[in-house]
């Protein structure tokens, strides 16, 4: 028997030494030399790694060092790559006496990283949704291989087929209306099924971070577009989530590590239980699980009185139960994460990121990767997502801030505050103290807080709010919002086919708010991409708004300029705008009556001028006595 035993033993040891070396994936797929921080970290997927190393000799390239994961599906290599050249290199993967060698590329970049520019206060970002703007290619419709979905227009929360292609063909029509850099939603794969009539065609769920959703294009149509976008001068930037990866995500049938994701262990609940593995729940009803869903509030983050448990739930608990919340406390999860967000820069020259979910995230990690971004690519700009409607939460987060004990080093931050206080306005009469267009005025009192107020990216909507339209036309109102959101001082954002006034509220569901852009898509009975397709009223509105826009670039009023505002006085809202001797001069009337504009209150800002421009009409305002102003009139002028 124990001769028996012995011989198993040997022909278990021979195989396991002689067995084939399984490499099915290396991430990053390539990596740059010239890089600032010279190291790489590459993580391997394959089938019995452990006790697997890693060479190369390659000259210049050196392993520094070799971490064996839990799970054995996966290896992570650390490489300097200080003294690298650019070409291929060979790694060799060696367990017992198998060796296996796998290719891989170290690219030149094509520029050094100061030269990469940012987008800035000088650009108008239009946020659109690619699967609900424009479908340039039908083929990518429906693909083969990937998890259960339907394409169906007539279902608001369903994919409607729009895609990169889409984007690409109508680039034209950006630089027509005026704005100057593109803003669309995460375009990583997002293979996950469609669940109770909802998909994730909004791009939140990510499955892989380095693969363009087939159903949007390629990798290549990316970077093609990007290209195209550039030479007609308009800027990209890219959405990312470091918060949270879609439930399908390769990590989830084998987590690398226990600790890879926060609260994981619930888990393993659903197995073999009759409940959904995937949620938990039974029968539509959360069990009594260890599954921890975040507050959704973002304030134990900052509150210096926080309790444990308030932290926990916002930071560690999940999005939703199918977006697995990632552990960026891990060292080897924010790496990778980072080296993500510079692999996409180098690879497709993106112009901006805008962060998902910002302060969900661990903070000291989110430091730690825009530290890295700054030093690399110091032109470079990313804006996070920071949803608190108080300018004092938002300005802690701003990079150098004062009052944050933890410099977060994001350049820009979200204006929620603008936001709220802008869509109450437009309902309310402006009174001598709190209501209509005071409470803009209020709300910009409090710049102060900002390190750099002009690098607050400001909104009126966006795909997660209602349409400032709502269910209505209130163009005087919106015209109101859109002057003072394009010459305050602030990076301003568009949402797509308010110009064409498309309306819509989340009462029933988000896709209400996501409509597809009229024209974008096969079949549609008219489009709003031409003039000739557009009714009176859109021609109207997009008319409006180029003026406006293309009035803006390159305006170092706006840009630069010194900001003055006055107390609404009367029902009326002026905002001034001083450089060098010009002076933009934004009046609003806030009541539905009509009103007059004292210009003797204004003379500090007037001066000597009897004459202004109108920056629509083209017309002269004769600014030597008073101006009558109609019911919700906007004017913006140069003097």
């Not at 169906?152 to 990169?164: A, F, I, M, Q, V």
């Not at 959904?276 to 260890?290: L, P």
């Not at 300005?395 to 109450?424: G, H, P, R």
């Not at 002076?583 to 009556?593: D, I, P, R």
Request: net charge negative.
């Amino acid at each position: 028997m124990k001769k028996l035993l012995f011989v198993i033993s040997l022909l278990t040891q021979t195989f396991a030494t002689y067995a084939q070396i399984q490499i099915n994936r290396i991430d990053p797929t390539n990596w740059f030399v010239g890089m600032k921080d010279a190291s790489l970290q590459l993580m391997v997927y394959g089938n019995d790694l452990h006790g697997t190393q890693v060479t190369t000799r390659d000259a210049g390239v050196q392993i520094d060092s070799v971490v064996q994961m839990p799970n054995a599906h996966y290896l992570l290599a650390y490489l300097n790559l200080k003294d690298a050249k650019p070409g291929i290199i060979t790694l060799s993967f060696t367990k017992g006496k198998k060796t296996k060698k796998v290719k891989y590329e170290l690219k030149q970049r094509e520029m050094s990283g100061d030269k990469r520019m940012g987008f800035t206060n000088a650009d108008v970002l239009y946020m659109l949704m690619p699967d609900r703007f424009a479908n340039g290619d039908t083929k990518n419709d429906q693909i083969k291989g990937m998890n259960k979905y339907v394409c169906d227009r007539t279902k608001p929360s369903l994919r409607h087929g729009g895609d990169l292609e889409g984007i690409r063909k109508n680039l034209d029509y950006f630089t027509n209306l005026g704005v100057t850099a593109l803003w669309f939603t995460p375009v990583l794969e997002n293979n996950s099924p469609d669940t109770n009539g909802f998909s994730t065609y909004h791009g939140y769920a990510t499955t892989d971070y380095y693969k363009v959703d087939p159903r949007f294009g390629t990798n290549e149509e990316y970077r093609q577009l990007i290209d195209e976008a550039h030479q007609k001068g308009l800027k990209v930037v890219m959405d990312m989530i470091f918060n949270h990866c879609g439930f399908e995500h390769p990590w989830l049938k084998e987590l690398p590590s226990d600790d890879w994701l926060n609260v994981p262990e619930w888990l393993e609940e659903g197995k073999n239980t009759g409940k959904d593995e995937k949620t938990g729940m039974t029968n539509g009803t959360k069990t009594n699980s260890k599954y921890l869903q975040t507050s959704y509030k973002l304030t134990p983050v900052l509150d210096p009185y926080a309790s444990e448990i308030d932290q926990k739930e916002t930071v560690d608990g999940w999005f939703v139960p199918s977006m697995p919340d990632l552990n960026q406390r891990n060292t080897h999860v924010i790496k990778y994460l980072i080296q993500n967000s510079i692999w996409w820069i180098e690879t497709v020259g993106i112009d901006g990121i805008r962060m998902d979910t910002y302060p969900y995230a661990d903070r000291k990690a989110m430091a730690l990767w825009m530290k890295t971004l700054n030093e690399e690519y110091p032109n470079f700009n990313v804006v996070g997502e920071t949803w608190n409607t108080e300018p004092a939460y938002t300005a802690a987060w701003q990079k150098d801030c004062k009052l944050s004990d933890i410099n977060s080093n994001l350049k820009s931050v979200m204006d929620f505050s603008f936001f709220e206080k802008i869509n109450k306005a437009k309902n309310e009469e402006t009174d001598g103290w709190w209501n209509g267009l005071n409470r803009v005025y209020n709300s910009l009192v409090y710049d102060y807080l900002y390190e750099n107020p002009k690098d607050v990216m400001a909104f009126i909507e966006n795909h997660d709010t209602d349409r400032f339209l709502g269910n209505g036309q209130d163009v005087a109102a919106l015209k109101q919002a859109l002057a003072l959101l394009l010459t305050m001082n602030r990076t301003p954002q568009l949402y797509y086919g308010t110009e064409v006034l498309m309306n819509g509220t989340k009462e029933v569901t988000d896709g209400h708010v996501r409509q597809d852009f009229p024209g974008g898509f096969p079949g549609d009975a008219h489009t709003a991409f031409t003039a000739e397709g557009r009714s009176k009223a859109q021609n109207e509105m997009f008319n409006w708004l180029s003026k406006l826009l293309h009035w803006r670039q390159g305006n170092e009023v706006i840009t630069q300029g010194k900001q003055i505002q006055f107390i609404p006085h009367q029902g009326v809202y002026v905002l001034a705008r001083q450089y060098q001797g010009k002076t933009v001069l934004t009046v609003l009337n806030g009541t539905s009556k009509e009103a007059q504009l004292d210009v003797k209150r204004y003379a500090e800002v007037i001066g000597k001028s009897t004459a202004a421009h109108d920056v629509i009409t083209g017309e002269n305002v004769d600014v030597s006595k008073d101006i009558k102003l109609s019911p919700r009139q906007t004017l913006v002028t140069e003097l």
